[in-house]
């Protein structure tokens, strides 16, 4: 901040040679230019041809037409898109606060020093997270079974009769039991390392002055990890506006309950694979896009506001 | 759930702009004329030699090409598995639209033919001769390679007339006749529910396939296509016929919740808890691999009936060979195709567990007299063949039969997990239908 920079207007000196100013130009995009290039590429190239796309409609009788923002006014219009937006949305009000709820006990629990195996707890709350999502699904599919499954194999044993998690009024449900079970560790795993980095001393001081542990977490660790609770918020709200492996998935167990228009990413899926409405689901995909992104970040400022 | 998905839908943002892409720059071809390709040209190109790239799934077809290549030096058969039914369509309406990689020969379903003929994706055989093939295949796939119109886009493979499976085990355990008509085995579906609470008569979760066919033997025609003008109508008799019978097993919770396909229905195909099936020709191949459990207890009756006597049938899959407008070589690559459909590959085939679409081979009594180990040395061709021969042929499938079979479950499928009834299924499906065709420029009328 303090170095002094001669400003051309202020010191009456002559200008740098050009070749040195060109030079220096050039060095900066040498280290910019394989970054700018993969972005642009990988982010910048698909979102804009999205946005194109998304202006034209194809259909197989006619052929490909320009329609401006028709595609967006019938996304807008579409009891499909937005039964598949209030279905994530219910199911992040309700499976998101469960699932960080547990991640940060098991993390306070981890961090309290009187579990006994504390490193095997923690590798083994781990572990689901390390199974991929195609695989714990089929697993949890699996154990879903009425005939076959587990609950199956419960209803033979005890003579009782579960309801059905796959039926239409459970199978959110059963989903948001998948990904709670998956992603529990993954969360824990952030919130325990935000606690390691809290100094002692601050414990120390607390006993000295008395504090109990729920005060301490209440009032050193909590406030400590604030931003790391906000991060996995963010991370779980777009994962479950994302929703889209469990629901396919299941689908083939559950064709009825999980319709083609489940989630939004299910419903842009089918859109263009089912119906090759490719122009049509990229609308739909910028819209929930957007709409994700606005979520996210008011939950981001909420947030921070918060901590300050 | 979030690295994978947001990964995928980042795939799936890119694939649809690669697709998209090119077909946005697609234009129409305009009226292709009809290609006049003579036996001369046929046999030209045979000895000239060269490579067709064939897209199909069907395995038979391996030693087909292994076959046609020993008999014609210089000619090369590239057989590509290029996904399975709509995943392979996926791929095809992608090449095309790409006008890039689009194969000589692939294969296509009945259901799923209208769609290419119409937006005249297929090479019109008729130029090639084949419309004199009518009376070498049966009704019922004749009438699907003509997709509701004057042409002949594909070579009929193989067919899938119904028939009705059972497991004579159970029948027999609890004393139950093989029922005859539709009537009877709804009896049947409450007294093996009676005798065994763990069994059922059948597995069905809502099945588009199954669905159409059995609205096909029941005289419904639900769709009527006359060019690019649709008409979508489920509120004839033979549906009503259908949706009456088959509502009563719903409501009494005679069918188990089994979709097709899974592990699970494999099982209770193999334990007896899933009694019978009414399905395509096709099937006893598909037993002997998935069901070895079972083997010796199941045998094959005709398709049960809606009026005592009658003896209608329908047909649930099967698939042709067509030639892509698109593709190279089409001397070479109908050469393939009636090889494979109408000459000596079709021997090789059947030799493999086909279930041909040729009459001839259908009377055959070679054919009619295989005895099925399977099913206790029964002939069960016998019983196919003279399905094959019921067959009403006036049935079509909706230009877009692929996405609407894919939206079948999302509207019909709610009326075995909910209060809806199946007739009431059957008109959303129908909304839903004439809505995705008139977005699609069709003239669609209820």
Redesign the interface.
């Known amino acids: 901040m303090t170095t002094p920079q001669p400003s051309a207007a202020a010191a009456p000196r002559p200008a740098p040679p050009r070749a040195r100013r060109s030079r220096r130009s050039w060095t900066g995009w040498g280290f910019l230019g394989p970054f700018v290039a993969v972005f642009a590429l990988v982010f910048l190239a698909?979102?804009a041809?999205?946005v194109y796309?998304s202006l034209?409609r194809?259909?197989?009788?006619?052929?490909?037409t320009f329609v401006g923002l028709d595609n967006y006014a019938q996304a807008l219009r579409d009891d499909r898109f937005w039964a598949a937006l209030g279905r994530v949305s219910l199911f992040l009000a309700v499976q998101v606060p469960v699932m960080l709820g547990i991640a940060l006990l098991v993390a306070l629990a981890l961090d309290s020093g009187r579990l006994y195996g504390r490193d095997f707890f923690r590798i083994s709350i781990f572990l689901p997270y390390a199974v991929?999502?195609?695989v714990a699904t089929l697993m949890w599919g699996?154990m879903y079974?009425?005939?076959?499954g587990l609950v199956g194999d419960i209803n033979g044993a005890f003579g009782v009769s579960l309801p059905?998690p796959l039926?239409?009024d459970l199978v959110l449900a059963s989903i948001g039991n998948i990904?709670t079970w998956?992603?529990v560790g993954y969360n824990m795993l952030i919130f325990y390392s935000a606690l390691r980095v809290i100094p002692h001393s601050l414990y120390e001081a607390a006993q000295i002055d008395g504090a109990g542990q729920i005060r301490v977490i209440t009032a050193i660790k909590l406030p400590a990890i604030r931003g790391a609770l906000v991060i996995a918020t963010i991370?779980?709200i777009?994962?479950s506006f994302?929703?889209?492996?469990?629901p396919s998935i299941l689908q083939?167990?559950?064709?009825?309950?999980i319709?083609?228009?489940y989630t939004p990413?299910f419903y842009?899926?089918?859109l263009?694979?089912?119906?090759?409405?490719?122009?049509y689901?990229?609308t739909v995909?910028i819209v929930m896009g957007l709409i994700t992104m606005v979520i996210a970040y008011v939950v981001q400022l909420r947030g921070m506001r918060k901590g300050v | 759930?979030?690295k994978?998905?947001?990964r995928?839908?980042?795939g799936?943002?890119?694939?649809?702009?690669l697709?998209?892409?090119v077909?946005?720059c697609?234009?129409?071809d305009g009226d292709s004329s009809r290609k006049a390709v003579s036996q001369e040209d046929i046999r030209a190109a045979l000895e000239k030699g060269g490579t067709i790239t064939v897209w199909a799934w069907e395995p038979t077809l391996e030693q087909v090409a292994a076959d046609f290549e020993k008999k014609h030096p210089g000619v090369e058969v590239d057989l590509v598995n290029a996904g399975t039914n709509?995943d392979q369509y996926?791929a095809l309406?992608n090449a095309i639209s790409a006008k890039k990689g689009v194969p000589d020969v692939a294969q296509i379903e009945y259901y799923a033919m209208g769609?290419y003929a119409?937006?005249k994706q297929l090479t019109d055989l008729k130029g090639f001769g084949a419309d004199k093939l009518s009376d070498t295949f049966s009704p019922g796939p004749w009438n699907g390679v003509k997709a509701g119109g004057d042409g002949v886009y594909a070579l009929p493979m193989d067919s899938g007339p119904m028939a009705l499976f059972y497991n004579k085990k159970v029948f027999d355990e609890h004393g139950i006749e093989v029922p005859t008509t539709w009537a009877e085995y709804l009896d049947a579906a409450r007294e093996l529910r009676k005798a065994d609470p763990k069994a059922y008569i059948t597995a069905d979760?809502?099945d588009a396939g199954f669905a159409t066919s059995m609205l096909w033997q029941a005289g419904s025609r639900p769709y009527t296509v006359n060019g690019?003008e649709v008409r979508i109508d489920f509120s004839d008799q033979g549906a009503k016929t259908f949706t009456d019978t088959w509502q009563q097993l719903i409501d009494e919770k005679l069918l188990?919740?089994?979709?097709s396909?899974?592990?699970?229905w494999y099982?209770?195909l193999g334990d007896g808890?899933i009694a019978t099936l009414a399905m395509g020709a096709w099937m006893p191949a598909n037993l002997a691999s998935g069901v070895k459990d079972a083997a010796g207890d199941w045998r094959v009756a005709p398709l049960p009936q809606w009026t005592a006597g009658a003896a209608a049938s329908a047909e649930n899959g099967g698939s042709a060979l067509a030639l892509p407008e698109l593709g190279g070589d089409e001397a070479l690559a109908y050469a393939f195709v009636e090889y494979a459909n109408a000459g000596e590959g079709v021997r090789t085939r059947l030799a493999n567990g086909a279930f041909p679409a040729t009459t001839a081979d259908l009377e055959s009594k070679e054919f009619q007299e295989t005895a099925f180990s399977y099913f206790g040395g029964q002939q069960a061709n016998k019983v196919f063949a003279e399905s094959a021969a019921n067959v009403a042929d006036d049935w079509s499938y909706l230009?877009?039969q692929?996405?609407a079979n894919?939206?079948f479950?999302?509207t019909v499928?709610?009326a075995?997990?909910?209060d809806t009834t199946l007739a009431e299924g059957l008109e959303s499906w129908q909304e839903a239908s004439v809505e995705?065709g008139t977005?699609?420029?069709?003239t669609v009328e209820k």
Not at chain 1, 145 to 148: D, S, V
Not at chain 2, 439 to 442: A, D, N, P, R, S
Request: aromatic share 12%; charged share 10%.
């Open positions: 698909p979102i041809y999205s796309l034209f194809d259909q197989l009788i006619g052929g490909t991929p999502a195609v699996f079974g009425t005939r076959f059905d039926s239409p990904v998956e992603f991370f779980s777009i994962g994302q929703l889209f492996n469990e083939p167990l559950a064709p009825n309950a319709t083609t228009d990413n842009t899926y089918s263009s694979f089912n119906g090759q409405q490719h122009n689901s990229a995909a | 759930m979030h994978h998905s947001r995928l839908l980042r799936i943002g890119l694939v649809c702009a697709a998209l892409g077909s946005a697609g234009s129409d709509a996926t309406q769609q119409l937006t979760t809502g690019t188990a919740p089994v979709t396909w899974t592990d699970d099982k209770g808890t230009p877009y692929v996405y894919s939206i479950n999302d499928g709610q075995y997990v909910s995705y977005e699609q420029g069709f």
